[in-house]
């Protein structure tokens, strides 16, 4: 990947009591365990615990506003510009704060197609968070190793707090961007996914400008070679219904599209694994093994057994595993054009059919409203489900107007005559506390409907109030739910909550067209 700019070597600007450079997952281990930095689990999973921050802090998310991208950025709420002096300020301060710490370091990549791939280094105070990336990015060879020169260097510091009165932060935790440094300084929370994202959020800037769209989705492939894709915000079910048995694991969360197909940009897996059970979700349950990270999830004081169901800490467990620990894994993770797009959207409303087909018109619609709900409960103040809207499924990470990714979505459904379809995995019958949530099974059975095109078969008749096409038969479905509103008992409610939600669309809609 061309970057357009020399990346400073940062490793060679610090000073530390010691640095270890690419140890492997055993030593990473053993080292974290005798640093007292985590604990085995009874499946041999590293698990640690992230203090304050169990999750990503988007308010101390902030761009550098430097003249040679100011003019791409689209500032705002989601980017926050940061001064250079501040940033600066803040750098100096970091290497100064590394000088007594022992430093771990990791290089490899980001992007698994040779062509569009961007060679990263990332330094750690915590063994543990080295070898969480060790596991989620794509690790190299020895001799890609020899001549590897990073594209873009992360310096994750959870030891070291700002003080936001002098460093410009909006409080101790900071994840900062520098595009013109290629670097990327993270400090005051221990949260590991703020070092995943910081490299999508690059990818989402780079990848665009080489006319290669970037993806929030998770991907799969058929064994007669034909991909599909799934959108959907935290909850909608990207990851476990793209680990498919029967299909095999492209990558379960980033991934670009150019002109070869797609590809992922990652080497590893980061799954929620809040109620996570064998039964539902084997692949996953499987891949939480020796070498698997595991944030926040509680153990037994005696057995060390996970109890996955147990939210004390947090709702938002999540296990990161190289993808290896999958067993139908493609790897590299590399494919040829999608045949079919799944946007997934957990509708607590119950008001989205199960399943419908889009035109391409519809799709970037839904693609830029990238809509789903929270439940009440949830959150502190959330009494009744709320609609969440997140601009082409990953808002916080798009440094570039929303419209960049949509239109190049639509070239690409257009030049490959890629179906598309939206997917309520949420209720049915009624909301959110009437209703009840769509069953698996029936999820399951239309995603294979529309993967192997027998759900081309049916008839489709456009709903009245969402303008969807909705089929009137899916295999292994019963066809009384397709509908939704013939599974509501008072129709008028459900003709009410039906236009309170398409409003509210048309609403986000309008604001997305105003601010960009």
């Not at 689990?41 to 988007?58: D, F, N």
């Not at 199960?354 to 519809?362: A, D, N, R, V, Y």
């Not at 830029?368 to 009440?376: E, M, Q, R, V």
Request: aromatic fraction near 10%.
């Amino acid at each position: 990947m061309n970057t357009s700019a020399q990346p400073i070597e940062v490793s060679e600007t610090l000073t530390s009591k010691k640095i270890h450079y690419n140890l492997s997952v055993s030593e990473l281990v053993e080292t974290a365990l005798a640093r007292k930095e985590g604990v085995l689990a009874s499946s041999g999973a590293l698990r640690v615990s992230t203090g304050k921050y169990t999750g990503r802090s988007p308010e101390d998310k902030f761009i550098v506003d430097e003249p040679s991208v100011h003019n791409q950025i689209a500032w705002g709420t989601v980017n926050r510009p940061i001064s250079t002096d501040c940033f600066e300020n803040l750098y100096d301060q970091v290497k100064l704060y590394l000088k007594e710490r022992e430093l771990f370091i990791f290089d490899g990549f980001a992007g698994a197609h040779e062509k569009y791939r961007l060679p990263i280094r990332i330094i750690n105070e915590y063994a543990w968070q080295n070898l969480f990336v060790h596991q989620l990015f794509i690790r190299p060879t020895e001799e890609e190793l020899e001549s590897h020169q990073p594209g873009f260097t992360i310096i994750a510091v959870p030891g070291f707090k700002a003080n936001p009165k002098t460093d410009g932060t909006h409080s101790e935790a900071f994840i900062i961007c520098s595009f013109e440094k290629h670097v990327i300084l993270i400090g005051g929370t221990q949260y590991a996914g703020e070092m995943k994202k910081s490299i999508f959020s690059v990818l989402n800037y780079y990848l665009p400008l080489q006319k290669t769209l970037s993806m929030h989705c998770s991907a799969n492939i058929g064994k007669s070679g034909d991909v599909a894709l799934f959108f959907g915000l935290s909850g909608t079910g990207k990851t476990t219904l793209s680990a498919d048995p029967e299909r095999r694991l492209i990558g379960d969360d980033e991934h670009g599209w150019c002109e070869d197909g797609v590809f992922n940009f990652e080497g590893g897996c980061y799954a929620k694994c809040i109620d996570l059970s064998k039964e539902k979700e084997p692949q996953i349950w499987n891949a939480i093994q020796y070498g698997t990270v595991l944030e926040n999830v509680i153990l037994d004081l005696e057995t060390r057994h996970a109890d996955y169901a147990d939210k004390s800490l947090t709702e938002n467990t999540r296990a990161a595993y190289p993808i290896e620990h999958i067993g139908n894994a493609v790897i590299p993770g590399v494919a040829g054009q999608p045949k079919v797009i799944f946007f997934l959207t957990a509708d607590a409303f119950g008001v989205l059919p199960p399943i419908s087909k889009l035109s391409k018109e519809q799709a970037m619609y839904h693609f830029l409203s990238g809509y789903t709900s929270k439940l009440a409960g949830t959150e502190r103040g959330i009494t009744e489900p709320t609609a969440t809207f997140s601009t082409c499924f990953g808002a916080p990470f798009l440094p570039l107007e929303p419209r960049v990714y949509a239109e190049m979505l639509g070239e690409r459904i257009s030049t490959y005559d890629t179906k598309v379809y939206l997917v309520n995995t949420g209720w049915s019958g009624g909301s959110y506390g009437t209703g009840k949530r769509i069953k698996l099974a029936y999820t399951r059975a239309m995603i294979t409907s529309a993967l192997n095109g027998s759900i081309e078969q049916a008839n489709f008749t456009a709903d009245p109030t969402f303008g969807l096409f909705v089929p009137d038969h899916v295999d292994g479905v019963p066809s009384e739910i397709l509908n939704p509103r013939n599974t509501w008992t008072d129709k008028n409610e459900f003709d009410s909550i039906a236009k309170d939600l398409a409003s509210r669309f048309a609403q986000n809609y309008k604001q997305v067209n105003t601010l960009y």
